[in-house]
């Protein structure tokens, strides 16, 4: 009998031992389990800064709900496959168009934004440029705000360094690596050509019967300082808005290739630049005679810009007038 019960005592206590061995292992694996789980949350929720010059955000690595004010940014997001939740559907360039549909929530315009709107859709980040730069800090009340302005005078270089910011945001580093690279090799062929070219180009905007020229480091300033179109006027004073000029000063600098911008096009108003810009005076020169006058995508030129889609589009128009 006690043989039994010595036997018996025995089993129990290896059947405890094994017991005890179960639980520690399920233990373990909950709390790996529990560790994966913790970071997975941890990448999603992944926060970094982003520093420019009106301020730092703290953007949500991958954000969900975002807005966007700048037309070129939203052509990069689109271009990339990023969902976005509101766009200033009071101007939306036409290769944009469905971001005017009820999908998404209107903002505003690219002056007057709807703040109100805006914070009902409690962004995780939002995108400004240079119109909206006065108005940064009611932006930044609302949600992280990213201000990615374009810098003229070193354009290419501000526009790549604008393009790895989103990428690095959304997590697309790879694929736009990828995208410049094929604009770096679409800008050099444009170069090759222009290295050897003696034709020298004007840039104008018309609006109203009003002409303006820009020269290098100004706002449309890429065509000579990116893809080496010689100015035909060297002197034209840099700047945003342009230098005011007359039909007479066209005839007088009588460039080869005029590059002209259409403003009332691009904001949809009904004027025709075509109409009051080529005129008598204009017809004497070299870029009418040659059949050289080039009229460019105003919604992409005027109201976008500094974008994946907008850069490519300005790039097939100069190398065109080629």
């Known amino acids: 009998m006690k043989k039994k019960l010595s036997i018996f005592a025995i089993l129990l206590a290896f059947l405890l031992i094994l017991g005890a061995c179960g639980n520690k292992d399920a233990g ?16 999603e929720t992944e926060t970094i800064t982003i520093k420019h010059e009106l301020g730092e955000a703290p953007v ?69 440029s240079g119109r909206q730069a006065d108005l940064y800090d009611q932006f930044a009340e609302i949600a992280p705000t990213v201000y990615i302005p374009l810098d003229t005078t070193d354009y290419l270089n501000s526009f790549k360094e604008n393009m790895n910011t989103v990428a690095k945001i959304f997590d697309k580093e790879d694929e736009m690596k990828q995208e410049l690279a094929d604009i770096d090799d679409r800008v050099a062929a444009i170069q090759e ?5 003696d034709e020298k180009g004007l ?23 990116v893809f080496g179109v010689k100015p035909a006027d060297d002197k034209i004073e840099a700047s945003t808005h342009g230098q005011n000029i007359t039909f007479e000063y066209i005839l007088d600098t009588n460039p080869d290739i005029l590059y002209v911008i259409d403003r009332d096009a691009a904001i949809g108003t009904d004027s025709s630049v075509k109409a009051s810009l080529e005129n008598d005076l204009v017809k004497k020169t070299n870029a009418y005679k040659n059949d050289k006058i080039v009229y460019l995508n105003g919604e992409v030129w005027y109201l976008a810009g500094g974008g994946l889609q907008s850069m490519k589009e300005m790039i097939s128009e100069v190398e065109g007038s080629l």
Request: charged fraction near 30%; hydrophobic fraction near 35%; avoid cysteine.
């Open 203 to 225: 840039i104008v905007l018309g609006t109203e019967g009003k002409v303006s020229a820009y020269g290098p480091a100004s706002r449309f300033g890429l065509i000579h300082d």
């Open 60 to 128: 949500k690595k991958n954000p969900e709900n975002v807005v966007v004010f700048d037309f070129g940014i939203l052509d990069t997001l689109d271009e990339l496959g990023v969902n976005v939740k509101g766009v200033p559907q009071a101007t939306v360039p036409s290769y944009l168009e469905k971001y005017k549909s009820d999908e998404y929530t209107n903002v505003g315009s690219l002056k007057e934004p709807d703040f109100e709107a805006i914070h009902a859709l409690k962004p995780d980040v939002i995108f400004i």
């Open 193 to 197: 050509k222009t290295s050897g070219m």
């Open 28 to 43: 373990n694996a909950d709390k790996s389990d529990d560790s994966a789980s913790g970071d997975k949350k941890a990448e």
